[in-house]
């Protein structure tokens, strides 16, 4: 059983920087392939990163490649997503996810957070 808590969403001006962390309880973190989704208000919850338990592989969505930076930390049971240069087309609800294998993170997560919101004001 993993459990994941998001932290730092909040409010920030087009242009903006962001860093989102996940902290995961339980021992096997460095097991599990992570993965950050959003999901804006009346759309799908879209896949944005994800990350390999080592860490070497990484995916980005097309709308966010070259400003978002998925990064992890096993020592520290956490995930972290760097948000730069911030459009208004990022405001929603990010969710940390963690699966047991890469492709399963990205398709199908075995758990889930309780999302943080993020808002960029354009």
């Known amino acids: 059983q993993v459990q994941l808590i998001e932290s730092g969403g909040g409010l920030v001006q087009a242009g903006g920087s962001l860093r989102l962390s996940c902290a995961a309880s339980?021992?096997?973190?460095?097991?599990?392939?992570m993965g950050w989704f959003r999901q804006a208000p009346g759309k799908e919850r879209d896949l944005v990163a994800a990350v390999s338990w080592t860490g070497v592989n990484t995916y980005y969505a097309d709308s966010v490649k070259g400003r978002f930076t998925i990064s992890r930390d096993n020592a520290k049971n956490t995930v972290y997503l760097q948000m730069n240069s911030l459009k208004a087309e990022d405001t929603a609800v990010y969710y940390c996810?963690?699966?047991?294998?890469?492709?399963?993170?990205?398709?199908?997560?075995?758990?889930w957070g309780q999302g943080t919101q993020v808002t960029v004001s354009s």
């Open positions: 996810a963690a699966g047991d294998s890469y492709r399963r993170v990205k398709l199908t997560p075995d758990y």
């Open positions: 339980g021992r096997t973190f460095s097991s599990y392939a």
